[in-house]
């Protein structure tokens, strides 16, 4: 090989490593810079938080993925597990399951010396429609309760694929006030027949 021809195929290579080196770097930039993303909305916020849950809270759970998601699939039942436990970490929510899910205005009942929902006011619909809340589908119920002790012993390791969404409604309903633009509402994903928001800091 000729000393010119052993000139170009070294600088060829010096100028190769260089550029893969340069591209080494800017794709170790962008790919941090996409973990950032990812992790910002989608590990969950109640990752390091110590939280002890009772009967209670794991009932108004359970009956929280029944009433709103017992016809969705599993996906479905936990981006509403995870809509509500977001709500809970939230300050602008009640820092309590049970809190978050029975969350609207409420009468006070002087012969029952009890507070019940407003019809429509409050902020999951089957709490406050007027119905019956009995679970009348035990199958579906006994699965909403196992779901909900299976995420809460594992809420660590299961990532927020609504993207930190604290807010959802139904597809076949017209777009409420309150997911419309300029309300603060970030969508994030449709899964199944909700679609489902997050509401931005």
């Known amino acids: 090989m000729s000393f010119k021809k052993l000139c170009v195929a070294t600088l060829i290579l010096i100028l190769g490593t260089g550029c893969m080196t340069l591209m080494a770097k800017q794709e170790k930039r962008l790919v941090a810079k996409a973990e950032e993303k990812i992790m910002k909305h989608s590990e969950p916020r109640y990752r390091n938080t110590f939280m002890a849950y009772t009967p209670e809270e794991i009932k108004c759970m359970a009956m929280n993925i029944y009433h709103e998601a017992r016809n969705e699939s599993l996906a479905g039942k936990v981006a509403v597990l995870l809509v509500t436990m977001n709500r809970v970490i939230d300050k602008r929510f009640p820092n309590t399951i049970c809190g978050v899910v029975h969350e609207g205005k ?22 406050c429609d007027g119905k019956d809340d009995i679970p009348r589908n035990k199958r579906a119920y006994v699965y909403s309760i196992a779901l909900t002790k299976y995420f809460l012993k594992r809420s660590m390791m299961i990532i927020d694929f609504t993207e930190g969404a604290t807010h959802y409604h139904a597809d076949y309903i017209d777009t409420p006030r309150w997911a419309k633009k300029g309300r603060g509402k970030t969508k994030t994903v449709q899964i199944d027949t909700h679609i489902f928001y997050r509401w931005d800091q």
């Open 106 to 127: 409420h009468r006070y009942n002087r012969k029952k010396d009890a507070y019940y929902p407003i019809r429509d006011r409050c902020q999951f619909s089957w709490y």
